[in-house]
């Protein structure tokens, strides 16, 4: 069993930039695959950025790609995304995911676990 906590989430003027972390509870954190994804009222949720339990690979939406950072501390059980360059198209819930199995790392089905997400709302 893993359980994810959010932080960082606020209110942001457009341009500006947040910093989302994600503590894991367990001794096997390294194990897991992590995933950022975000939501909007009445839309399913979307794929933002994975890494692999090395921090080696990173994954990322192209929305995204080139503004954002996903990064972890296996040390501290801990996964970031750096979300810099917001847009107010970037406002949503944002919630950190755990998997334990391979598959393709955008897939919201792949994950066991999920946090209770945090708003992120990019002013304009």
């Known amino acids: 069993q893993v359980q994810l906590v959010e932080s960082g989430g606020g209110l942001v003027m457009a341009g500006g930039s947040l910093r989302l972390s994600c503590a894991a509870s367990?001794?096997?954190?390294?194990?897991?695959?992590m995933g950022w994804f975000r939501q909007t009222p009445g839309k399913e949720r979307e794929f933002v950025a994975a890494?692999?339990?090395?921090?080696?690979?990173?994954y990322y939406a192209d929305s995204v790609k080139g503004r954002f950072t996903i990064s972890r501390d296996n040390a501290k059980n801990t996964v970031h995304l750096q979300m810099n360059s917001l847009k107010p198209e970037d406002t949503a819930v944002y919630y950190c995911?755990?998997?334990?199995?391979?598959?393709?790392?955008?897939?919201?089905?792949?994950?066991?676990?999920w946090g209770q997400g945090t708003q992120v709302t990019v002013s304009s």
């Open positions: 890494i692999s339990g090395s921090g080696v690979s990173t």
């Open positions: 995911a755990a998997r334990s199995g391979g598959g393709l790392p955008y897939r919201t089905a792949g994950y066991d676990y």
């Open positions: 367990g001794r096997t954190f390294s194990s897991y695959r």
